[in-house]
């Protein structure tokens, strides 16, 4: 018979936030697998190190940091092949993703690849979204509110438009786009209404202002933005 495949979501950092499904699940497989980008350790692996058994046997799928897409396609199909031969063998297989496999997680590309032939189960994980909002004291949306989740790889005039109608936003993979970020809600403004969040949960997690960032910003970090009319305020 062959084995399971799982798509774990451990989490925005903390490892306390990871379910206890997903540490079941991660202690208990034969296999772990995980995306790293080049030359970079996985995130998801460290958020789950404490948890995994020293006789596991671990796959490493590297996606290369390209524009272009097809590198990184080539690469989940070469990690595809590695855990259909893992799971044709009968082994378990957990593939980690920081955060939930199902918002914007690398898992879903393995997913399309591999559940049509094995059984799969996905195990959804606390979300950078709301680690944000929980550690910025900033509820994301109340009552009739719309939120809109906007990636910081946007286009300005894209950005804009869609920030005019929101009623609630969060920018993510703010990244070196921060600048342009900033550019938008200064043009709309929004700055005074925005909180920036980087490496939410994380003991080096920094929650500012917008208008106190700093001039750059790592790809782990997020923008909230409420307008001011929220019932809650």
């Known amino acids: ?48 190190a404490r948890f995994i058994a020293p006789n596991t046997r671990e796959i490493a799928v590297v996606i290369p940091m390209t524009v272009d897409r097809a590198p990184a396609q080539a690469a989940y199909d070469g990690g595809a092949r590695a855990l259909a031969k893992e799971l044709r063998r009968g082994a378990d297989v957990a593939v980690l993703c920081e955060g939930d496999p199902f918002f ?65 936003v969060a920018i993510m993979k703010v990244g070196r786009h921060l600048a342009k970020i ?3 809600l200064d043009r709309l403004n929004l700055t005074r209404y ?21 001039d750059t910003a790592p790809y782990f970090s997020m923008i909230l933005i409420t307008k001011g009319n929220d019932p809650w305020l």
Request: aromatic residues 6%.
């Open 182 to 184: 900033r550019g938008v």
């Open 194 to 214: 925005a909180r920036y969040i980087e490496r939410a949960t994380l003991p080096d997690e920094v929650v500012l202002p917008l208008a106190d960032t700093p």
């Open 104 to 168: 914007y997680g690398s898992f879903m590309y393995l997913f399309s690849r591999l559940a049509g032939e094995f059984e799969t189960e996905v195990v959804p994980g606390v979300t950078s979204i709301t680690a944000c909002a929980a550690v910025a004291g900033r509820p994301l949306a109340a009552r009739n509110e719309v939120l809109t989740v906007i990636p910081g790889t946007l286009n300005e005039t894209d950005m804009t438009a869609r920030i005019e109608v929101a009623q609630a």
């Open 1 to 48: 018979m062959s084995g399971k495949l799982y798509g774990v979501g451990v989490g925005p950092g903390d490892p306390e936030l990871m379910t206890l499904k997903a540490q079941r699940i991660i202690t208990s497989v034969r296999v772990l697998a995980y995306p790293k980008l080049t030359g970079v350790d996985s995130f998801a692996r460290a958020i789950a």
